[in-house]
């Protein structure tokens, strides 16, 4: 008689702690899928400041990272690159199925000293942008 109210309680602990569970699980799935929709173009630099390389054997590497919403597979991205003397540069690119962005670029000793400006462009359009500024080395 005395493993019949220990078995009843286990048994009414089971009953309350899986719903909870599955409850849990489902937020947090929910959650997630939110946090994909919400997510907004944009475009940005993994350093926006730094000195120029002091040796032409070294260079200085950024990252170009975004997002593109409604991005389909295949479709090209160009990043247009503004020196500091105003002329410009075209970087073709591809994003990710998902629509991230992934590119990297290279500074050495012979790169302009100033602001660089970086444009997203998709569909002829400017979408997004940002900058970085190339500091003359202290030798």
């Known amino acids: 008689m005395s493993f019949i109210p220990i078995i009843h309680n286990i048994s009414m602990q089971s009953k ?7 409850g849990i699980l489902f937020v947090g ?6 946090a994909d929709e919400l997510k907004e173009t944009f ?11 002091k040796s032409k054997y070294n ?4 990252t ?3 997002f593109i919403e409604d991005y389909s597979r295949g479709e090209k991205i160009d990043i247009l690159l503004i020196n500091p003397d105003d002329s410009e540069e075209i970087i073709t690119t591809f994003a990710s ?3 991230d962005i992934y590119t990297l670029l290279h500074f050495t000793s012979e790169s302009q000293i100033g602001s660089y400006f970086v444009i997203l462009k998709f569909h002829d359009e400017e979408i997004a942008f940002t900058s970085f500024e190339i500091l003359e080395n202290k030798k």
Do not use: R, W
């Open 43 to 53: 475009v940005a630099v993994d350093d926006e400041e730094f000195e120029q390389p």
């Open 59 to 62: 260079y200085h590497e950024i």
């Open 29 to 34: 799935a929910m959650q997630f899928a939110f």
């Open 64 to 66: 170009i990272i975004g």
């Open 97 to 99: 199925k998902k629509g």
């Open 16 to 22: 309350v702690i899986i719903p909870m569970l599955f």
